[in-house]
Antibody, heavy 121, light 113 residues
Framework: EVQLLDSGGGLVQPGGSLRLSCAAS????????MNWVRQAPGKGLEWVSG????????YYTDSVKGRFTISRDNPKNTLYLQMNSLRVEDTAVYYC??????????????WGQGTMVTVSS | DIVMTQSPDSLAVSLGERATINCKSS????????????LAWYQQKPGQPPKLLIY???TRESGVPDRFSGSGSGTDFTLTISGLQAEDVAVYYC?????????FGPGTKVDIK
């Protein structure tokens, strides 16, 4: 069974940092692109970032460029999101989501349960 | 960025009746080289992550009941639930994966009448 376990969320002050992790099991992790999608409380879904299967290509939505960094450790089957200079508007549940193929331009077919990030003073 | 819109915002349908959700993209998500529409539909129930229902606009994900179907091409798409069941109460999102940033529609809430 394919599983994605998101972790690393918590309460942080504005300007602070957090690193999210997503541990994958039941798949050959290195074969698939991976993504982070967030959902602010009571709001819709927002794609945040994606990374190709090799890690050689990364993509970001404009509002997080220069502040967030996506990366992956294929031997450890783990996806990361380093979040710096956090803002109140970054408050959301963050989901990792597996792409259906090696390339980023593919559907998100498996989702983690999500980890809550709260940015507040 | 490609803007995704959905209509209606919410709808209430009697059990066993049809629910239809529309999705429109601000530009075509049809990739000419493979003739595929880069459009997916997801279902999200309260407290749960989204679940993939439909991809390439009309291909049902494995395990998804056949009462869910997707149609459309280019910029206009439809998700149809034929014969609504109680377990279908959820918010439904369309999403384009044609170009980054990938974008979602605002969601359509489906309830039982």
């Amino acid at each position: 069974e394919v599983q994605l376990l998101d972790s690393g969320g918590g309460l942080v002050q504005p300007g602070g940092s957090l690193r999210l992790s997503c541990a994958a099991s039941g798949i050959t992790f290195s074969n698939y692109a991976m993504n982070w999608v967030r959902q602010a409380p009571g709001k819709g879904l927002e794609w945040v970032s994606g990374i190709s299967s090799s890690g050689g290509s990364t993509y970001y939505t404009d509002s997080v460029k220069g502040r967030f960094t996506i990366s992956r450790d294929n031997p450890k089957n783990t996806l990361y999101l380093q979040m710096n200079s956090l803002r109140v508007e970054d408050t959301a549940v963050y989901y990792c989501a597996k792409g259906a193929g090696y390339d980023i331009y593919d559907v998100l077919d498996i989702w983690g349960q999500g980890t809550m990030v709260t940015v507040s003073s | 960025d490609i803007v995704m819109t959905q209509s209606p915002d919410s709808l209430a349908v009697s059990l066993g009746e049809r629910a239809t959700i529309n999705c429109k993209s601000s530009q075509s998500v049809l990739f000419s080289s493979n003739n595929e529409n880069y459009l997916a539909w997801y279902q999200q129930k309260p407290g749960q992550p989204p679940k993939l229902l439909i991809y390439w606009a009309s291909t049902r994900e494995s395990g998804v009941p056949d009462r869910f179907s997707g149609s459309g091409s280019g910029t206009d798409f439809t998700l149809t639930i034929s014969g609504l069941q109680a377990e279908d109460v959820a918010v439904y999102y369309c999403q384009q994966y044609y170009s980054t940033p990938f974008t979602f529609g605002p969601g359509t809430k489906v309830d039982i009448k």
